[in-house]
């Protein structure tokens, strides 16, 4: 990957982020790919990144539980995510589990999380606590 690449993936994960703040308040829609009839965890991360110029082939027809982490996993770094452990950078994808046998996924910023909150019924910001900095992520890794 050269360098100008990089910084271009880079910047795909800010512009997502940024583009994921345009989303605040859309209602919460399980399997929802459009925000002005609802979003999900997934469906709001693949908003960001096509609102941000890159979009991303999402899994279809999940279960709200009962998917195992492997399957999760392998969705996310299909779409061209890889698994970081550096410091979080705006536009990394966070995966936590609120559940037995649920997933949920946030996009990071500097020091905020943006989700689809299923409780609250719609798409919300809020600050980075220690389960999201905790959280398994990955980065954008490739373009186009």
Known sequence: ??????????????????????????PFRMQGRDAPTGLDCVGLVEAAYRIAGRPLIAPRGYPLRGWGAARVVGAIEAAGFAAMSDAPRAGDVALIAPGAGQWHLGLIGPDR???????????????????????????LTTWG
């Open 1 to 26: 990957m050269t360098c100008s690449r990089a910084i271009r993936v880079d910047d795909a994960g800010a512009r997502a982020f940024a583009a994921a703040r345009t989303l605040l308040g859309a």
């Open 113 to 139: 999380v943006i989700h689809a909150h299923a409780g609250l019924r719609r798409v919300v910001e809020a600050p980075l606590d220690d389960r999201w900095r905790r959280a398994a992520r990955w980065r």
